[in-house]
């Protein structure tokens, strides 16, 4: 069993930042960020492998960045330049296994 908690959602305005970060009890191999907005399907946002090979949704390519520290097994995701449409509830995800940390919302609005 793994246990995946995020932290640092919260508000902001466009254009803005946010930083949030995942911390797993035990190492990970791939972990990605999800995303669901209201009334959408659950999208994955961006991976990582554990050579620290990325991939990102084009939406947020050049905006976001997604890194980890195997050390301490977290991994972060930096959002740069945010948009309304980045409003949604944040999920972190061990890649392969059935774990999901429990969400983080990310409100973007004026």
């Known amino acids: 069993q793994v246990q995946l908690v995020e932290s640092g959602g919260g508000s902001v305005q466009p254009g803005g930042s946010l930083r949030l970060s995942c911390a797993a009890s035990g190492s990970i191999a791939a972990m990605a960020w999800y995303r669901q907005a209201p009334g959408k399907q659950r999208e994955l946002v961006a991976q990582?492998?554990?050579?620290?090979?990325?991939f990102y949704t084009g939406s947020v390519k050049g905006r976001f960045t997604i890194s980890r520290d195997n050390a301490k097994n977290t991994v972060t995701l930096q959002m740069n330049s945010l948009k309304p449409e980045d409003t949604a509830v944040y999920y972190c995800h061990a890649v392969g296994t059935p774990f999901w940390g429990q969400g983080t919302q990310v409100t973007v609005s004026s």
């Open positions: 990582i492998t554990s050579g620290s090979s990325t």
